[in-house]
């Protein structure tokens, strides 16, 4: 089986988040994003704990074009430092992988 991934990106706002979804739907780098509303993030920055509302996405793609989507959704988002994380989807039906694959072609 190809190696997929799912993608977790969190962004400051729902439009910015949208933007981000389209360039990347648009370049064939995700198959599909689930926007997450409005999820409270603690963490560490610039030397104090922050407490913010962020909106999390999460992606679908194949390995192979993980480090062109952190490098459109870097381009495309306000953070100095966003979140991107991708972790293995070790497994899955057989027919959304291939609609993976097949939407991810270029």
Known sequence: ME????V????ADKPQ?????EVLLGARLIACANI??????????QGSISNEA???VIMKTRQK?????????????SYQVPEI???PIVA??????????EETSR
């Open 3 to 6: 190696n997929f991934l799912l």
């Open 8 to 11: 977790f990106v969190t962004f």
């Open 17 to 21: 988040a949208e933007k981000c979804i």
């Open 36 to 45: 997450v509303s409005e999820v409270h993030s603690r963490f560490h920055w």
């Open 54 to 56: 962020e909106i999390l």
């Open 65 to 77: 074009l993980i480090d062109e989507l952190i490098k459109t959704v870097k381009e495309n988002h």
């Open 85 to 87: 994380i991708a972790l």
């Open 92 to 101: 899955g039906a057989y027919d959304y992988m291939e609609w993976i694959k």
